[in-house]
């Protein structure tokens, strides 16, 4: 039976509802400071914790519930009667039910300029170790950490008198739950404060976003966790104002349009197919920029997401609206924009108003694999620390622009990857392919007429002179790699024979 309660709790959600239903019930309420003065203005019976330890509080508050009267009583186990036995002796009264949730921690780091003394002073002491000491002994105490639980358990002791243990289980598990992810959102921020990069143990946590209907593929089941905090510039940031749920593809491919997107100041259009961009587009105008990144491509960007660092107006709309697209993200949307396309049913319009910003660092790619997790350094980089012309030829001012251009993209597609490029607009892509010869001479299929006169960039080093022959006689005139092949010589020399400018970088981008 449920006898005695102890709430004591930061978040005062739905608080004075449970103890006023606690007191109906004919439980004892224990409680501290803030919380116990939320509960007696409410004209509720409560006592002090002091009452019970006979010591008061101290130290600014920091130690109020750290005694044997408190602890004895969460963790003498009911069925032991050893236990029984010597919290008797010792005048302690078993605690049957805990409330309690813990300092804000989490929103105490969110705040704009917090300093690292309000950063620590926010760390729980007492409360991790009560719900601990509550959940350890579950079998006889109903531990809460989260108000939504507080309407079930009543409903429990309201029928029963007690909580059953299917439920203390449960209870119990998401307390462990809650204090694990509250200790790594502090190694987290020490470890950031301390300037460690890699630690030794790895711990993360995130939130859950949502569910997903399915994963890759309609066998998987699939969530969404996202990272704890505002993260400007990921889609975890962006409001959705029209269209179902994001899938997990929908997820994976818009990211990497993103990644993709930050490379560029200014006005882009960046479309995506299968986490591969497929168009992408600089102008003057999101209409322009718009119209080039779907000409680049207008097979593939069908059922494709489109990006772009530009609000979209109407008359963009209306081209998008052409055609079918999963997805559109944008910083904004005119209202005449809106209402062009959220006539369509199953599109999904994104709001991402820090779609130019950075993102906040550190930044982490992770890939799970079995038995483990590779964690790295985002590539976050573009160029080397200079950029070499190994030809005879330097080029030209337009051929640079248009191989910065390229290089952008390339390192954006899957390796091995190739990406064709000429005034400020994508021409064909090769990505992921097993040797980079198919890669470039799928580009080049893909670039048509157009391919003559542009710029070709390649994620790695071109092992062998195939790639400039090709390139050669598709009317290319300037390529950029990263160099450093042990058979560089005969790229360039493939190079210089048939007039094409090369750039090495000094830095590849391999996207596996």
């Not at 042990?486 to 970088?505: L, N, Q, Y």
Request: aromatic fraction near 6%.
């Amino acid at each position: 039976m449920v006898k005695r309660a102890l709430i004591s709790v930061s978040d005062k959600t739905g608080i004075v509802e449970l103890a006023k239903s606690l007191h109906d019930l004919g439980i004892e309420i224990l409680s501290t400071g803030g919380t116990a003065k939320t509960i007696a203005e409410a004209g509720i019976p409560v006592t002090n914790v002091s009452d019970v330890t006979g010591f008061p509080e101290c130290l600014d508050g920091r130690v109020k519930t750290l005694h044997p009267s408190i602890h004895a009583g969460l963790l003498a186990m009911r069925g032991n009667p050893e236990h029984m036995r010597q919290i008797e002796e010792l005048g302690i009264e078993p605690i049957d039910l805990v409330a309690i949730n813990l300092y804000p921690f989490k929103q105490t780091i969110q705040k704009p300029g917090v300093t690292r003394e309000e950063a620590i002073e926010n760390i729980d002491i007492g409360g991790p170790t009560m719900i601990r000491a509550a959940a350890k002994n579950w079998q006889d105490v109903a531990v809460m950490v989260d108000p939504a639980d507080y309407a079930g358990v009543l409903d429990e002791i309201r029928q029963n008198g007690e909580v059953c243990l299917e439920t203390k289980l449960r209870l119990c598990y998401k307390v462990f739950e809650h204090t694990a992810s509250y200790d790594t959102l502090i190694s987290t921020y020490l470890r950031e404060q301390v300037g460690i990069t890699f630690p030794e143990t790895l711990s993360l946590t995130f939130e859950k976003a949502q569910d997903m209907r399915y994963g890759e593929n309609p066998h998987q089941n699939a969530v969404f966790y996202k990272e704890i905090g505002k993260r400007p510039g990921t889609l975890a940031d962006a409001k959705q104002l029209h269209g179902k749920e994001l899938s997990y593809n929908n997820i994976n491919d818009t990211n990497g349009a993103l990644d993709l997107l930050r490379e560029f100041s200014d006005t882009t259009v960046v479309a995506v197919k299968h986490a591969n961009p497929c168009g992408v587009a600089s102008a003057d105008t999101v209409y322009e920029a718009y119209k080039a990144a779907y000409e680049a491509d207008p097979v593939s960007i069908f059922g494709g997401i489109v990006v772009t660092n530009a609000q979209v107006d109407e008359d963009t709309a209306k081209e998008m609206a052409k055609i079918f697209l999963e997805i559109i993200v944008a910083p904004s949307f005119t209202p005449e924009a809106l209402a062009v396309l959220t006539k369509k049913k199953n599109i999904r319009l994104l709001e991402l108003a820090s779609i130019n910003q950075p993102l906040a660092q550190p930044a982490w790619d992770m890939k799970k694999v079995a038995g483990g997790l590779l964690v790295q350094e985002m590539d976050l980089k573009l160029l080397g620390d200079e950029l070499k012309v190994v030809t005879k030829r330097q080029p030209t001012e337009k051929e640079m622009q248009d191989m910065i251009f390229a290089w952008k993209l390339v390192k954006h597609t899957k390796s091995n990857g190739i990406a064709i490029a000429k005034d400020g607009h994508s021409l064909g892509i090769g990505p992921g392919q097993v040797n980079r010869i198919w890669a470039v001479e799928q580009s080049i299929e893909r670039s048509g007429e157009a391919v003559k006169g542009a710029a070709l960039a390649s994620d790695a080093f071109f092992p062998f002179d195939d790639c400039v022959k090709a390139a050669a006689a598709a009317g290319i005139t300037a390529i950029i790699q990263p160099g450093g092949s042990i058979r560089d010589e005969d790229s360039i020399k493939a190079c210089d024979e048939a007039g094409i400018a090369m750039v090495f970088t000094g830095m590849r981008h391999f996207k596996h």
